[in-house]
Each structure stands twice: as structure tokens, then as C-alpha cells.
């Protein structure tokens, strides 16, 4: 039966008044702690003017990392538009850290795809080229899909063994779970830092920002990465990425992100930071209009009988919305309709492909202003079973429920 999208949207949204008033008080806050963080910096037209060069007294960059140290509660932070993206923020981070023969142990399973040749790739200057050795311990789920530590292993694991750090990813990935709760991350650390104390906790937050009131650096994780083309960008920032975390960790990063010698100390941008500024500022508005519709999307598509997750019912602690298809052909054109829904390359249509650092084809929407920018509407997903699409974003809630339209349109054809 071919059901009218504007009833669903309709009706999904009726259903949905509630949990929007809940993300509207998280954004709420959010904008507060932003905003007090400019305010605790003395943020200037000034610090917006660019350098070149080396980049030496860079102030725009320098009280760009403060705003950032402020947002998180951390001691200190790298905000580049050198780290390339999320992948590079994290790769630099694990190098930063880990030395030959050390152990990095992720207690959240196997990390995001691009990881894994910074993992264990052969003959690609990967961790185990430099002796350092990797180990995971998966997480565990109920019923519901929501993730759990597994304590009694990652106990065990720290005791028979010597860590260097635990490596804990916040949002999904390409996997059927849900993201793991600050509150199940504040736990874990807690267990992990009781248990043995000189082990780093290092987490991927890509997805995670501002969709609840706290960040790991809160919970005493030693040093936080992500991109600012996803959350903390509010779709507004260019390209780059950051590290927040513990003074002593970040310096050794930054050793890593330029070089021994010089640190954080350089570093320029010509163009100047001020959309760096106005990105973050906008964030937790840009993530609450995400959160929005990844609901909307989650509702309308489980109330056709799509599998989704998170539920509509379920707390949000992430971005996105995952989107169980019957068929391949289904999958793909549900991300086409995406893309036929956006303001940039509308005209395109997709196809899967072999994209660096994952190993399927992979299908991507992203007809976003900001090259591949995944806080602006989007969808992806590995060509392989189970057929998932993995939704997140637009810039605003308004865009998010016309792009919807599209897609009950398009899939429905496809049942
Ligand atoms: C997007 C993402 C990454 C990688 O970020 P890129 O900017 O695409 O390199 C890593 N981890 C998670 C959980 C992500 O969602």
C-alpha cells in the first residue's frame, strides 16, 4: 500500500513533540556553555584576521584552542584546518601517544573503517609497522541494540596486561548499534583509571558533540578527537579537526600533528579563522536541527516498517539515524533521493564505489556546501548485508523533512 509521505511526515511529527522540547533544552544549554566560552576568552574581531607562514603568535589559532579547552573543560587543545579530518585528528592522536611495543586496547570493537590501515595496515607506516600492538574487546548489546562495556573483560584484560591506552568510539560507525551514553563512557573511565591509573583513555567523538550536556573530558578521558566538518563545525567550518584533552597528552600530540621541535607553537591560515569561530558558535543549533530530523526520518521510516535505530523513543547519543532496507536496490535509491534532495550536485545520480580507507563499496550523499561536510543532510552506506543506510543531518530541521518527502516517495517504489 502506497501511504501519502505528507501524512507520515505529518503524523511522525505529532508523535515527535516531546522529544523535540527535550533536544531543544540540550541545544539550550549547549548555546550557553558556547557562548560563556567566548566570553571566558575574550573572543575579538581580531583573533579572526589570518597569517601566513609559519604561523608564529597566531592568536586567531591560539584563542581558538582556548574556546575549544573551555567548551570541553579540558586543559588544553589542538583546533587545525591542518588535521585534514577525523581520521587524521585521531590518527594523530594515536601517534601522538604510542610508542613501539606499547598496547592500544579498544573497548568499543573494531574502530571506524578508515582506522583499520592506521591499525594494522602492512607496509603503510601503520601502528604495527611500528611495533605497536593493537587489541579490541567488543561491546556488548541488548536486545535493544544499546551498547554496554564489557566489564568484566576489559577488567581482566588490565589486569594480566600492560596498556597504554583504551580506545573508546562514541558514535556507531558502520555497525548495527546504537552510540554508547556519556553516562555508560563517565562509567567505564571511571573502571578503566581505578583499575590501572597510568592508562590513557582516548575517544573518538566524531557524531557525539553537543548532542548531550557533557563531553568526555568531563570524565577524565585523556585526550578527545573529531572533525569539524561533523558536529563541531555547525556546518560552517571549512575543513580540520581537534584534540582536546590533558595538557601533558596534548603536547605530545602536538609534537606529532607538526613536529618535535616546534609543537603547537606554529601553524597559519590565510583565509582567517572566522568561520572557525562562527561554526562553533552555530553548533549546538545545527546539531539540535540534526537531531531533529534523524528522528523524523527514524519515526516515518519505522512507522512504514523500515528497522531503525535509535527508535524515536529512544535518547539520542549521536547524529545518526540507521536505516534498515529490504534490498540492496532499495538502499541505494533511498541515497539517491538524498542527494536529489540537496542544494549542491542535485542533479547527480549516485553510484556505489571504492572510496579510500573503506573496504566495500560504499554509496555517499553528500550534496553538501562543505566537500563531504556529514552534519549537512546525508546519507551513506557500505554495499553489503545488512543493507543499512546510515542518515544523518541538514542544516536545518526544514530541509531535513523536505529531503524525507523525497525519500518516502522514492522507497516506496521499491518495497
Ligand atoms: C566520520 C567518522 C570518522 C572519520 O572522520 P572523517 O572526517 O570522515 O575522516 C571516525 N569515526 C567516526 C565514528 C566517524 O563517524
Known sequence: MFLESEDIIFKAEKKLSDRFEFIKDIAQYNQEKVLNAFKNCNVASRHFAGTS?????????????????????????LVSPNLVSGTHALTVMLFGVLR??????????????????????????????????????????????????????IVKYLSEKTVKAVFIQRSRGYNLRQAI?????????????????????????????FVEKTEPTEFGADAVAGSLIKNMGGGIIPTGGY?????????????????????????????????????VFLAPVTVKNALK??????????????????????????????????????????CRAIQHSSPIDSFLTLEPWDMPGYNHKVIMAAGTFVQGASIELSADAPIKEPYVAYFQGALTYEHAKIALKGALDCVQKYI
Not at 111 to 135: A, C, E, Q, W
Not at 185 to 200: D, F, G
Open 243 to 279: 584534540i582536546v584533552g590533558k595538557s601533558d597528552v596534548i603536547s605530545q600530540i602536538s609534537y606529532r600533528l607538526t613536529s618535535p621541535s616546534i609543537g603547537n607553537e606554529v601553524g597559519s591560515y590565510q583565509y582567517g579563522y572566522m568561520p572557525f569561530y562562527q561554526g
Open 100 to 153: 613501539p611495543f606499547d598496547t592500544l586496547l579498544s573497548i568499543s570493537g573494531q574502530p571506524y573503517d578508515t582506522l583499520n590501515d592506521v591499525l594494522t595496515g602492512k607496509n603503510v607506516g601503520s601502528l604495527s609497522d611500528f611495533s605497536i600492538n593493537f587489541d579490541k574487546i567488543d561491546l556488548v548489546l541488548n536486545n535493544e541494540f544499546k551498547p554496554i562495556f564489557d566489564d568484566k573483560k
Open 53 to 77: 607562514g609559519y604561523g608564529y603568535d597566531d592568536i586567531g589559532r591560539d584563542t581558538l584552542a582556548r574556546v575549544f579547552s573551555d567548551i570541553f573543560q579540558s586543559e588544553s587543545a
Open 293 to 334: 530530523g534523524a528522528l523524523l526520518f527514524a519515526e516515518a521510516f519505522s512507522s512504514l516498517g523500515f528497522e531503525v535505530l535509535p527508535k524515536s523513543s529512544d535518547i539520542q547519543h549521536d547524529i545518526v539515524t540507521s536505516i534498515k532496507f529490504k534490498t540492496e536496490n532499495q538502499l541505494i535509491e533511498f
Open 181 to 209: 551514553s556519556m553516562e555508560e563512557v563517565a562509567r567505564i573511565i571511571k573502571i578503566v583509571k581505578e583499575k590501572s591509573p597510568q592508562t590513557l583513555v582516548l575517544v573518538d567523538n566524531c557524531y557525539g558533540e
